[in-house]
C-alpha cells in the first residue's frame, strides 16, 4: 500500500527517519508529511509507534478533474462497499487548493453525494455523515485538478496522546515537542531539564523516549480499528512486540516552572504517564538554577507574547541569556519562542536554526552550546 504519515511544517525529515526505522519502504518527506509504502503491518505499526507523525492516511484513488462534475463522476466509481456499509456512518475532512471550488465546504459536499448514491444505486441504502464519531474518516485533498481520496487510519490525530488531561495556558504539541527532542539529537544519554515545563509536555515525551515506551500505548483507538479488514490478532501481536521493549531510563529528567499551578498539572501528567520515577517536577525560577551535569541538554519554551507585556517579554529574555551563559557551561540549550522580536535580548550566538509551527503559530527553535565566556552577537 502507498501510505502518507502527515506532520508539522519543519518535522518532515524527523519523520522520514522515523518511517524508514520502522521499517518502511520509499520514503520520501514531502510538504507536512511522509509518503512511503508499506503493508497493514507497518500502517498499524506507525500509528502505534511514530512520534511526530499527526496521522496516517490510506489513499484510496487518485485522479485528475476539469470541472466540479468530474469530481462526483470519479467518485462514484470508487468501489465504497470495500471500504465500508450502507449502515455505517462517515465524515469527510476537505483540503483544498483548486481554482474548480471556491469554497473548500462545496468539494466535500459533492464527494458526500457521490458516496450516497454509490450506495444508493447498489442497494437501496446509504450510509450517514456523522461528524462527531464517524466510523470511517475520509480525507479529499485537491491540489489544482489532482484529486486525492484516503482513508484516515488514526481519526484521533496522534499527538492526542492520552497521558495529559491536565494543561496550562498555550500548551506545547505533543508531536512538536517529540520532534524538538528528535531534531536536538538528544538521544536519551543525557540529563535533560525543562526550567518552563508548564504542563509537562517536553519532559513527559522526553521520558517516552528515553524509556522506549511507544507515544501510541495511551491511547484506547485508533480509526483502522473499525475497518472492515481490521486484524486485531496482528495489531495485539505488534503492541506486545513494542511494548516487551519498555525500559528503564539511563537518565533523570527535570523539569520546572515558576508557577505552582503548572507544577501541578505536570505532575499529574507525569503521573499518568507512568514516570514519576524518570521525571522530577518542582517550582522553581529559572533563574534561580544551575546545570546539574556538564554536557546536559535545557529545553526552553518561554511564554508568549499573548502572555506577557513586550517590557515583560524583554526582561524575561535577557535573563534566560544571562542564566544559560552563568548557571549552565556545557550544556546545549535549545529555546523555540514565536517572539522573534524578543530574542535579540537572548545576547547569544545560535549555532542552528529550524522554522517550526505551534498550530497556527510561526516559531523558531534556536539551539545554542553554552561554553564559557560566551560573546554576544548577531542581530534577529
Keep these: 500500500m502507498k501510505l502518507v504519515a502527515k506532520t508539522l511544517y519543519g518535522l518532515e525529515k524527523v519523520l522520514a527517519e522515523e518511517v524508514i526505522s520502522l521499517g518502511g519502504a520509499e520514503v520520501q518527506a514531502v510538504n507536512r508529511a511522509v509518503t512511503f509504502n508499506g503493508d497493514k503491518e507497518l500502517l498499524y505499526r506507525v500509528n502505534y509507534c511514530a512520534r511526530t507523525a499527526l496521522s496516517i492516511l490510506m489513499p484510496i484513488d487518485e485522479f485528475r478533474i476539469r470541472s466540479k462534475d468530474d469530481l462526483y463522476k470519479n467518485g462514484l466509481k470508487i468501489e465504497w462497499d470495500r471500504i465500508m456499509d450502507a449502515d455505517d456512518t462517515f465524515s469527510i475532512v476537505p483540503v483544498i487548493n483548486s481554482p474548480h471550488f471556491g469554497h473548500t465546504g462545496y468539494a466535500g459536499l459533492i464527494l458526500k453525494d457521490s458516496i450516497a448514491d454509490y450506495f444508493r444505486n447498489k442497494s437501496g441504502r446509504r450510509p450517514s455523515v456523522d461528524t462527531t464519531d464517524p466510523r470511517i474518516l475520509i480525507n ?12 484516515d487510519s488514526s481519526v484521533i490525530p496522534l499527538f492526542k496522546r492520552g497521558y ?10 505533543e508531536v512538536l515537542a517529540a520532534g524538538i527532542l528528535l531534531l536536538s539529537g538528544w538521544k536519551g544519554s543525557s540529563t535533560l531539564t525543562d526550567p518552563m515545563c508548564g504542563s509537562g509536555t517536553i519532559p513527559i515525551e522526553a521520558g517516552l ?13 485508533f480509526g483502522f480499528q473499525r475497518w472492515k479488514d481490521f486484524d486485531e ?8 512486540d513494542c511494548d516487551s521493549k519498555i525500559g528503564s531510563s539511563p537518565v533523570k529528567i527535570f523539569g520546572s516552572d515558576i508557577s505552582e499551578q503548572a507544577v501541578a498539572q505536570s505532575r499529574a501528567n507525569v503521573s499518568r504517564a507512568g514516570l514519576s520515577d524518570v521525571i522530577s517536577i ?19 519554551n518561554p511564554p508568549y507574547g499573548q502572555r506577557l507585556r513586550p517590557d515583560e517579554l524583554d526582561g524575561l529574555y535577557s535573563m534566560i541569556g544571562t542564566t544559560l551563559k552563568h548557571n549552565f557551561p556545557g550544556t546545549t540549550a535549545w529555546l523555540i519562542t514565536s517572539n522573534k522580536e524578543s530574542l535579540k535580548n537572548v545576547g547569544l550566538k545560535p549555532k542552528e536554526k529550524h522554522t517550526l509551527f505551534n498550530g497556527a503559530l510561526e516559531c523558531i527553535l534556536l539551539k545554542y552550546e553554552m561554553y564559557q565566556g560566551t560573546k554576544k552577537h548577531e542581530k534577529f
Excluded at 141 to 146: A, K, P, V
Excluded at 164 to 169: D, F, G, I, M, S
Design 140 to 151: 479529499l485533498h485537491i491540489s489544482n485538478d489532482l484529486v486525492t481520496v484516503s482513508i
Design 164 to 173: 495529559r488531561q491536565e494543561q496550562a495556558v498555550a500548551p506545547l504539541n
Design 282 to 300: 518542582e517550582v522553581a525560577d529559572f533563574k534561580d538554577l544551575k546545570g546539574v551535569e556538564d554536557k546536559g541538554f535545557v529545553f526552553l
Design 209 to 221: 523516549m528515553a524509556c522506549k515506551v511507544p507515544p501510541g500505548k495511551f491511547r484506547t483507538f
Design 233 to 240: 490478532p496482528l495489531f495485539e501481536k505488534i503492541k506486545l
